[in-house]
């Protein structure tokens, strides 16, 4: 039973006023992109995504109301149990789902369709979160860290079999639980260090790469300890960025699928085809550069509205803010965001056990994903990686996802107070 | 162990925060760029083009007017099933023609198989008529509409002038940026002359375009959005029936027929021999006519009245005399020898007084008078002498528009060449030529010029006792604040001397030129035969009539016609009954004209002036 407590006192109002705040501006966006002036429609037309938005929106609230009701020990209880009941229907749609946009993610009844990859994020930070506040968990132990890199293995593989490479990405960004819960930073440093390496390779000749990585690591030999365990380190870090160096040709022209390594390219130099693999980016960046400082104003935005940049409500729904509302509109919205996530850090630090620290930051670290990737790609920051804006972008089981994720959170935020001290 | 990662993580968020506002600020308000690009994306700017306008002959009579023709575009992408064999025959195109087409509209830099590109230009509105049955069976294709220049007659071409599309090089010079590509100017003639009031303006229509060029309506409910505006419409001083007339009788002759209405400037008719059909520079055949009319040896692109410049000869004779009565060397009663010695003569009774003189065209005569316009003995010195003479002489002559152009409303005027001192000088050197040196100037030779327009002015000076207007094209220019602004010129001679010649002029007719005598009207003329060193002598004619109160001043030149008593003479006289009368009831005349041979095979061209 839901205590009257969660309701006046211990939710965290200003999270949900910001979620409110955020699916609203959402839900009028979408309308925007929809607008078409000769036929004037309604906010509400069934027929449009916008109409379909509110209706999705409509069923957050029932989610909402599900997810308060129901115990606060439930989520650490069945943890595993639905990670599992994700896995199980992510496999299901692999055998029987429905191919949409290249992606076969869909798992559909009739014309209704939902995306399990959606739930799969708030389920896998659950078990993430419940096997990292397991009494015996010790961060430093190798054996737990590989079965936390297994958590989030699992399901990206299942994704990347649905040809669903965004979304599988996502779970990457659990990384940041654990460095928060002690994973060495070793290990994220190296993941981003090979990254940068990976697009320095696109930009610059291979032969100053060479030369910047001998001088560099020169550099911390002569002038750091010298000690041989530590030499041995550098030699080998430098030896294994030189590997990274070479394998990035083979990896982009063989690895890599076309339409990726046209991302990549799009990314570098959007002006070399922009009809071709740089039309996304450019179309977006001329969207949103053409918003100047307060924007077009309401509906006026023209190029979102005659669907000049492709995946116009979902992945790309920022450039009509950036177009409509200028730059004073996307202050908004990356102010929303970072104080959103400001504001999970803090809620997921003052929880008293480290289960529900570790789904905070979880959900932070989803969100974080999220928000720097789909803007950072819409601006021409990013390769194009086909993920949702949360709250803003349309389509349901992103935004039940979303929603289930954070109330998830501000359900065990209310009851901190029962939950046992165990960090 | 885990402290200080919070910040770690909460830095790094305001880090993505702050990097996103950045590069946000600098995209939208930074670099324009972005948002000029958006523009061009969505908002297509359609252009409406306004007629240009119209031209029309003294008497409200159409000359020129626009007749719609189409080009054809096609939207690559929306091209099903062509038949080609069907869409050739339909368009008049041999197979090859159609791969070259195809291939032509790929290389252009704008093509896109989404939008609309110009795939054939200039269909005629007949074209159109044969086409449009079809055009439903080539899906993809479509015709739009827009303006070329039609003509009621087929004379005219030379002043009319012609239109067609802008060329790079005026593109490049055109710094009021009013033209584009593919825009159509005026590029000779009066097209050419009157652009800036025939041209009109341009409507502009902002339209949106979603991304696959498909029209969603206007921009704003067109709040930006002009109309074109009509180009004005020209009201010309042309004489449309004795234009084509003139025309008839130049028929297979070379020359120019310039006749001047005397009381006002304004030019009656204006025939350049040969000329085209104006048609021939219209349409979608327009280069290969082009070629075709300029490469013709006869020249018909070269406008005579206004560019050719010949000796006017004898006629040259009236303005001595003037000159010489205003400045008192000659009386009326001065007689002079018809001694050969220096310049040749012809048959007719001696000695001469000035009336018999100007009569008789007797260069003996006009020899002696020009020695006493240049020496005056104003100087000791026969060089400084002449000097004094020849530059006095030259102001007068200026002032009957020889010598520079007269500013006739046509581009390309050129102005003949009336010599003064600097020119001598350059010839000569300084001081080292005296009348002996110059004297051809006497009878309208040597180094002296005119253009057959300067000859129909001189002719309406007579008509109006020692003045003109400029000579002018266009009267009115129909709605527009800016009119033509004509001005009068005084010679600065005496009316009371210009009496005196037009009673020689008129006595002339009898005595040179016989043939140009029209039954009820009484005519002054003056004949001419200029010498003409590569081939037969140039015949002209210079009249005006009727003697009170003139109605048209004329002047007539056909190179290699010989004697001016016979081709210029006979066709002046036939362009002025036709003007005055309405009708030419002298029919003999007309076909001994219109025959074109006035060449005696026997007589040779006389060496010297009649």
Request: charged content about 20%; hydrophobic content about 45%.
């Amino acid at each position: 039973m839901m205590r009257n407590d969660v309701l006046t006192g211990k939710l965290d109002w200003l999270t949900v006023l910001i979620y409110a705040v955020m699916v609203i501006l959402g839900w009028l966006n979408i309308y925007a992109v929809g607008y078409d002036e000769a036929a004037n429609p309604s906010l509400f037309d069934m027929g449009l995504n916008s109409g379909r938005q509110l209706l999705f929106i409509a069923a957050s609230v029932v989610i909402i109301l599900g997810i308060l009701i129901v115990d606060v020990r439930f989520y650490e209880a069945t943890a595993y149990l639905l990670y599992g009941l994700m896995l199980f229907l992510m496999v299901l749609v692999l055998l029987v789902g429905k191919e949409v946009g290249g992606n076969k993610a869909w798992l559909g009844v009739g014309s209704f369709g939902v995306q399990p990859s959606e739930f799969a994020k708030f389920a896998t930070a659950l078990a993430v979160a419940k096997f990292i506040g397991s009494v015996n968990f010790r961060m430093n132990l190798l054996k737990h860290q590989v079965i936390l890199f297994v958590f989030i293995g699992i399901p990206m593989m299942i994704i990347l079999a649905q040809k669903d490479t965004g979304t599988a990405l996502v779970f990457t960004s659990f990384i940041l639980v654990f460095f928060r819960e002690g994973l060495s930073p070793v290990i994220p440093a190296a993941g981003i260090a090979v990254a940068i390496i990976f697009i320095l390779t696109l930009l610059v000749e291979e032969i100053y790469l060479y030369a910047g990585i001998v001088a560099i690591s020169l550099l911390i030999i002569l002038f750091g300890k010298k000690k041989f365990k530590r030499i041995m380190w550098v030699t080998a870090t430098a030896l294994l960025l030189a590997g990274v160096i070479q394998s990035v040709d083979y990896v982009i022209t063989d690895v890599l699928k076309p339409h990726q390594q046209n991302r990549i390219r799009a990314l570098i130099n959007p002006e070399a085809d922009p009809l071709g693999y740089g039309w996304n980016v450019t179309q977006s960046k001329i969207a949103i550069g053409s918003g100047g400082f307060t924007g077009k104003g309401f509906l006026e935005g023209t190029l979102t509205k005659f669907d000049f940049v492709p995946e116009q409500s979902t992945d790309f729904i920022f450039c009509t803010i950036g177009e409509e509302h200028g730059w004073l509109g996307s202050l908004v919205v990356v102010g929303l965001f970072v104080v959103l996530l400001l504001r999970l850090i803090y809620l997921a630090e003052r929880q008293r056990n480290r289960f529900a620290r570790a789904y905070g930051y979880g959900v932070v670290s989803i969100f974080f994903f999220h928000f720097a990737v789909n803007i950072g790609m819409t601006i021409g920051l990013f390769p194009v990686i086909g993920i949702p804006l949360p709250f803003f972008s349309y389509g349901g089981s992103a935004l039940w996802g979303f929603t289930a994720l954070l109330f998830i959170l501000l359900k065990i935020d209310a009851h901190r107070g029962e939950m046992l001290h165990r960090l | 162990m885990t402290e200080g990662r919070k910040e770690v993580i909460q830095i790094l968020i305001v880090f993505v925060g702050v990097v996103f506002l950045a590069k946000l600020f600098y995209i939208q308000l930074v670099d324009d760029r972005y948002a000029r690009m958006a523009e061009s994306n969505t908002i297509v700017k359609e252009t409406e083009y306004p007629f240009r306008g119209l031209i029309y002959d003294r008497n409200g009579k159409l000359l020129v007017y626009n007749t719609p023709e189409y080009d054809l575009f096609v939207v690559r992408k929306e091209v099903k099933n062509l038949d080609t064999a069907l869409f050739c025959e339909v368009f008049n195109l041999s197979r090859e023609d159609f791969v070259r087409l195809v291939a032509e509209m790929r290389k252009r830099k704008e093509y896109s198989p989404v939008k609309p590109t110009l795939f054939l230009r200039q269909l005629s509105n007949y074209d159109f008529a044969k086409i449009q049955d079809h055009m439903d069976e080539f899906p993809g294709f479509y015709i739009q509409p827009r303006t070329a220049r039609a003509y009621t007659t087929k004379s005219l071409a030379n002043v009319l002038g012609y239109v067609s599309e802008i060329s790079r090089s005026q593109l490049e010079k055109d710094t009021t940026r009013i033209y584009r590509q593919g825009d159509y100017i005026g590029q000779s003639g009066l097209e050419a002359q009157y652009e800036i009031y025939l041209r009109g303006k341009r409507g502009v229509r902002y339209k949106l375009r979603n991304v696959d060029g498909v029209d969603k309506g206007s921009f704003k409910d067109g709040e930006y959005d002009t109309l074109p505006v009509p180009g004005y419409d020209l009201i010309t001083t042309i004489d449309l029936a004795l234009q084509e007339y003139g025309e008839k009788l130049m028929r297979g002759k070379v020359g120019s027929i310039v006749a001047i209405d005397p009381a006002n400037g304004e030019i009656l008719s204006m025939i350049s021999g040969p000329s085209y059909d104006p048609v021939l520079l219209t349409g979608r055949n327009f280069s290969s006519n082009f070629m075709l009319v300029s490469s013709d040896s006869a020249k018909p692109l070269f406008t005579r009245p206004l560019m050719a410049m010949y000796p006017p000869g004898s006629i040259f004779k009236i303005v001595q005399t003037l000159i010489a009565l205003q400045e008192g060397v000659v009386s009326y009663e001065t007689r002079f020898p018809c001694d050969r010695s220096v310049v040749n003569c012809h048959n007719h009774p001696q000695p001469c007084d000035l009336h018999m003189a100007v009569q008789y065209s007797c260069n003996p005569y006009f020899h002696q008078v020009f020695r006493r316009i240049i020496n005056q003995n104003k100087s000791p010195n026969t060089f400084t002498d002449s000097r004094i003479g020849l530059e006095n002489w030259h102001n007068y002559v200026s002032r009957f528009g020889l010598g520079q152009p007269l500013g006739i409303d046509l581009p390309s005027e050129k102005g003949g060449q009336m010599p003064g001192p600097p020119l001598y000088n350059r010839i000569y050197g300084e001081g080292r030529w005296k009348f002996s040196t110059i004297y051809s100037l006497a009878i309208g030779q040597g180094e002296m010029l005119v253009t057959p327009v300067q000859m129909a002015n001189l002719a309406a000076i007579m008509a109006n006792k020692g003045f003109y207007y400029t000579p002018h094209l266009v009267k009115e220019i129909r709605g527009s604040e800016q009119q033509p602004d004509i001005q009068r010129h005084e010679t600065g001679i005496e009316e009371k001397y210009f009496d005196f010649v037009q009673d020689a002029m008129s006595d002339a007719i009898y005595g040179t030129a016989q043939r140009a005598v029209i039954p009820g009207i009484e005519l002054c003329g003056k004949t001419g035969t200029a010498q003409n060193p590569h081939g037969y002598d140039h015949s002209v004619f210079m009249a005006f009539a009727p003697k009170e109160n003139p109605k048209i001043a004329i002047a007539v030149y056909v190179e290699n016609a010989g004697w001016g008593g016979r081709a210029a003479a006979s066709i002046a006289s036939l362009m002025i009954e036709k003007y005055l009368t309405g009708e030419v009831k002298r029919t003999a005349l007309e076909e001994y004209v219109l025959r074109g041979q006035f060449l005696d095979p026997v007589v040779k061209a006389t060496p010297i002036t009649d």
